[in-house]
Nanobody
Framework: VQLVESGGGSVQAGGSLRLSCVSS????????MGWFRQAQGPEREGVAA????????YYDRTVKGRFTISQDNAKNTLYLQMNSLKLEDSGLYYC????????????????????WGQGTQVTVS
């Protein structure tokens, strides 16, 4: 699975950005996809995730109500609409994917993701 992000940039606090992630190389497996943020240091924190088959969405509490994850299956594209951006939202945003079950999948934000994009930088000032 290959993932390519776009849409990052610089924005003032309170502004909005929409990130996109185009995926290719999928098999017939069921997938979960997510957006992760890396600020200072090596840790990546899960921001939002979605079960691609069912459309179930999951958000970190720091972004809930401000960010929206969505997908366009016809375009193999995952989106992250980010509104009311804050300084602490700055970071390198990664799109990721992993095979996940069709039942009892739990919280995809806690998964170990297998496939990663190259990242797109978001800077809020």
């Amino acid at each position: 699975v290959q993932l390519v992000e776009s849409g990052g940039g610089s924005v003032q606090a309170g502004g909005s950005l929409r990130l996109s992630c185009v995926s290719s190389g999928h098999t017939d497996n069921s997938y979960c996809m997510g957006w992760f943020r890396q600020a200072q240091g090596p840790e990546r924190e899960g921001v939002a995730a979605i079960h691609v088959t069912y459309g179930s969405k999951y958000y970190d509490r720091t972004v809930k109500g401000r960010f929206t994850i969505s997908q366009d299956n016809a375009k193999n594209t995952l989106y992250l609409q980010m509104n009311s951006l804050k300084l602490e939202d700055s970071g390198l945003y990664y799109c990721a994917a992993v095979e996940c079950p069709l039942v009892n999948w739990g919280d995809p934000l806690t998964y170990e993701y297998k496939y990663w994009g190259q990242g797109t930088q978001v800077t809020v000032s």
